[in-house]
């Protein structure tokens, strides 16, 4: 008896992992929400400089990335990939900008390292641009914010909405999304 209620205990516990992950992978605004408006401290090539989602929009759609912390592994090798399809970003009118919650003290530096001169990257301390697309998560008892990314029509919709703790389709998506905006828009 003792060993079927400590089975029906661990799978219990198991289904309640697995019911929190997926509302975790699920809690993103989806697509076809409002996009929130924002206003965060940035830095591009270095440069601080103020990022503004309205401003952004003007120009056409935005490509936008959470990820948890500078100069982390996964960080790192989603920066870099951004950096080398920013150009064709931009060739589609898109506008690249990453924001962290992570050692936000270093969006200078990452910009500029990491990121190759290449998009804007803005510091969210405590994660509270982050809370407003519902992309937030705990990690070593900070609040930061998951990998998520979005796109952003001009209308301020959300076209793709993404999260995946493993950065390697971020970009893929991301581009398919955009992709399908600009033949939609052109």
Do not use: W
């Amino acid at each position: 008896m003792i060993a079927v209620k400590h089975r029906l205990s661990l799978l219990a516990t198991a289904a309640l992992g697995f019911s929190l992950m997926a509302f975790n992978a699920a809690a993103a605004l989806p697509v076809g929400a409002s996009a929130p408006d924002f206003k965060l401290d940035a830095a591009l090539a270095g440069k601080p400089m103020t990022f503004s989602l309205q401003q952004a929009l003007q120009k056409g759609p935005v490509v936008l990335y959470f990820f948890p912390a500078a100069f982390t592994k996964g960080c790192t090798l989603e920066a870099h990939d951004f950096a080398e399809a920013t150009d064709d970003f931009k060739k589609l009118g898109a506008t690249v900008i990453g924001v962290t919650a992570g050692n936000v003290d270093q969006v200078g530096k990452f910009s500029q390292l990491e990121c190759r001169n290449k998009f804007a990257v803005a510091a969210d301390p405590g994660a509270k641009v982050a809370a407003e697309y519902q992309t937030q998560m705990q990690m070593g008892g900070k609040m930061l914010s998951d990998r998520t990314s979005y796109v952003i029509a001009p209308d301020g919709k959300i076209l793709l909405s993404y999260t995946d703790r493993n950065p390697d389709a971020h970009i893929q998506k991301t581009m398919d999304a955009v992709k399908q905006y600009a033949q939609s828009h052109s």
